[in-house]
């Protein structure tokens, strides 16, 4: 599964009153940070086994480095590994993550509330993701009644066992490349 990489670039002052900011922000939606130098920070999130199914997208495993460059630029890697069986893509969520850096962007510069506005963004993350699983499920369902129609015809348990995973993963993968495919258009 593809993970969502992307970079921003802003202007930011590399001083104590940004730095406390972007400490603030990141550290509401408990990212951890993990590097503390003077020209870089990194936050991350780290791996569950519940991963597939957590539904606030930013909980998901994450990793964000923030670079101070010259010149009071700075460059903010995102990237979101989500890997499970059953789990959607992370690209599938690419509008709520370039807003949330935004948001971050709006906070440090023009001193705005981003409470409410990532709170909408996670709402309409988790409203995308339970669509996707709930797609995922009438899969399920599916392969269960193949598995029984064709019962008769199948000697095997394992066969139709097998069948029900197959129809739920073929489902995952063409979830998964129609996000992808949306991302890169």
């Not at 922000?25 to 003077?38: D, L, P, Q």
């Not at 998901?60 to 009071?72: E, M, N, P, R, V």
């Not at 369902?141 to 129609?149: D, I, T």
Request: with cysteine.
């Amino acid at each position: 599964m593809k993970e969502y990489s992307e970079f921003f670039n802003f202007g930011f002052k590399n001083d104590s009153a940004t730095r406390n900011k972007i400490f603030t922000y990141f550290k509401s939606y408990n990212f951890r940070a993990t590097t503390e130098e003077k020209q870089q920070i990194i936050f991350e999130n780290k791996c569950t086994w519940l991963d597939t199914w957590k539904t606030n997208i930013f909980k998901l495993q994450s990793k964000i480095t923030i670079h101070f460059l010259a010149d009071h630029k700075v460059q903010i890697h995102y990237q979101v590994i989500n890997a499970g069986f059953g789990s959607i893509t992370p690209l599938a969520f690419t509008n709520q993550y370039q807003d949330f850096i935004k948001n971050l962007d709006n906070y440090i510069h023009k001193n705005e509330s981003f409470q409410l506005k990532n709170e909408t963004l996670i709402k309409s993350g988790k409203v995308k993701l339970l669509k996707n699983l709930g797609i995922l499920l009438v899969a399920l369902v599916f392969g269960f009644v193949l598995a029984s129609l064709l019962k008769k015809q199948i000697a095997n348990g394992w066969v139709a066992t097998l069948l029900i995973i197959a129809t739920v993963f073929i489902s995952e993968k063409v979830i998964n490349a129609y996000h992808t495919s949306k991302s890169n258009a």
